[in-house]
Nanobody, 122 residues
């Protein structure tokens, strides 16, 4: 059974950094597409970044150059390094997994973690 657990969220000032982690069990992160999404209050869940089984990475335009997705196959964990954080990055961040290639649509991912709150103060 696939189980994803996010961690690393918190409160940070504008311009600060956080590293989110997504520990997986029941599957290997090196064999699937792993995605990070976020959802702010009153907004739709939106794509942030993804990494394919081959290690290719994909980013939405608003985080490109600031966020980095990576994975540790030994720890079976995916990370999201977030730099130069802005108040508009405030949201609950979720990781998700799907077979096949990464997709930007949240409905393409059948398995999700519980989310971790990121709050960026101005």
């Amino acid at each position: 059974q696939v189980h994803l657990v996010e961690a690393g969220g918190g409160l940070v000032q504008t311009g600060g950094s956080l590293r989110l982690s997504c520990a997986a069990s029941g599957m290997s992160v090196s064999s699937y597409a792993m995605g990070w999404f976020r959802q702010a209050p009153g907004k739709e869940r939106e794509f942030v970044a993804a990494i394919s089984w081959s290690g290719s990475t994909f980013y939405d335009g608003f985080v490109k150059g600031r966020f980095i997705i990576s994975r540790d196959d030994v720890k079976n964990t995916v990370y999201l390094q977030m730099n130069s954080l802005k108040p508009e990055d405030t949201a609950v961040y979720y990781c998700a997994v799907r077979e096949g290639s990464p997709q930007a649509s949240s409905t393409s991912y059948p398995y999700w973690g519980q989310g971790t709150q990121v709050t960026v103060s101005s």
